[in-house]
Structures are given as C-alpha cells and as structure tokens.
C-alpha cells in the first residue's frame, strides 16, 4: 500500500481496494472437496491512463488430482483432459497454487491493492474449488477476498442479456471458439475480455466515477 502522502493506483480506488484477478478453473466433477481439481488459470488486469482496463498477462498450471480424489468420468468427458496424460505436465496442488499465488501477490501489492477479488464465469464455481484446493495444500497467504467474487454471468446478464460464456461473448463482439473451451486459459481470456468490456462500457457510459459524494469505508 501506499503511504498517505502518496495518492493509490487508480486502479485500487476503482474497486475499492480490491485488484480483480480473472480465474477460470477444470475439474473433475462439481464438488470441491471431493473432485479433482485439473486446471487453473488467472488472467492479470491492468489499467490504463485513461482509467480503462485490459488483459496482461496469463499463468496457468495443469494439477495433478489429490489423494483419493473423485474422477467424474462425464466430466472428463466434458473437459477433454486426460488427468495421466504425462504432456500435461501437472503438478501437485501445493506446488501449481504457490506457483499461481506469487504473481497474483506482487500484482496486489504493485496497484496498491489490499487483496484479489475473483472474477469468473459463474464465479462461485471457481471460488469454492480453488479455496478447497488452497486449504488441502495448507497454503497459508491465499490472496484472494474469502467470499467476495465478481460474476460475469450475472453482469453479462445485465448488460448483454445472455448468461452463457460463449454467447456473451458474441453479442459483446468477443470471438469465441467452441472448439478451444473448457481450456482453463481459454475461458479465463474470454473471461477477462468479458469483464473488461463490461466495465469500459460502463464508464462510457458516465457510470464511474460517480458523482462527487462522501462514502463511509
């Protein structure tokens, strides 16, 4: 954080100071403590002198499934992965969320931001099952808001009147590739350019900053 003489990054008075990190995960079934969690990926945002956010950077890491954990076959079905294909290169979960972590961190504290706040595609989904994945890692400096998320299907609903990734995507202008979902790099780019559509267009439209007013912490 900055000292008091020192005006914050923009981009942490725009969310209060919250940085949003764009999260897309690939399991093996929909419950976090039993199903394998396969695929991470978090997409960095940044902010723009013009106050306008954008896309950086990409860091994803295929995980190999816990001790005992759940292998829904559909799932794999769905996803296409192949949880023992060694050209995976996956690691255990402790080693791909520090590794995941790190970079999250710096960029927390590079726009003086208090902690991550998740953004994702039905965003509970990905909350529950990276923070079950931390906890069975006994990860102890998770950067993300315990239970604060930003949702882009209930934004996308709202701006574009569709909830489902891919078409919130077409009607936003974003091209989308059936064939290259449910990769989690994938769908946390589109993910990104989503929400950040979502959020220029909102300040094109007068709607941040708002008005001049005093706000309690």
């Keep these: 954080m900055t000292d008091e003489n020192q005006e914050s990054h923009p981009m942490s008075r725009r969310f209060r100071g919250f940085l949003p990190v764009v999260v897309d995960v690939e399991t093996a079934g929909f419950n976090p403590e039993r199903d394998a969690l396969l695929e991470v990926a978090a997409v960095l945002l940044t902010m723009d002198e013009d106050g306008y956010l954008r896309p950086t950077e990409t860091?994803?890491?295929?995980?190999?499934?816990?001790?005992?954990?759940?292998?829904?076959?559909?799932?794999?079905?769905?996803?296409?992965?192949?949880?023992?294909?060694?050209?995976?290169?996956?690691?255990p979960e402790r080693e791909g969320l520090s590794e995941l972590f790190r970079p999250i961190r710096k960029a927390v504290k590079e726009f003086d931001c208090k902690r991550a706040v998740l953004v994702g595609h039905n965003a509970t989904f990905d909350h529950n099952f990276l923070f079950a994945a931390a906890m069975r890692a006994d990860i102890k400096r998770n950067p993300f808001h315990p239970f604060s998320t930003f949702d882009t299907a209930t934004l996308a609903g709202l701006a574009y009147g569709h909830t489902v990734l891919a078409q919130a995507c077409k009607?936003?202008?974003?091209?989308?590739?059936n064939k290259e979902a449910h990769s989690a790099a994938y769908d946390a780019e589109k993910t990104a350019d989503l929400f950040c559509g979502i959020v220029n267009r909102w300040k094109d439209l007068g709607g941040f900053p708002p008005p001049l007013i005093e706000l309690e912490d």
């Design 59 to 91: 860091h994803t890491h295929h995980i190999d499934p816990f001790e005992g954990a759940n292998l829904e076959q559909s799932a794999l079905d769905f996803t296409g992965i192949d949880p023992w294909d060694p050209e995976r290169e996956a690691v």
């Design 171 to 177: 009607l936003a202008g974003i091209p989308f590739s």
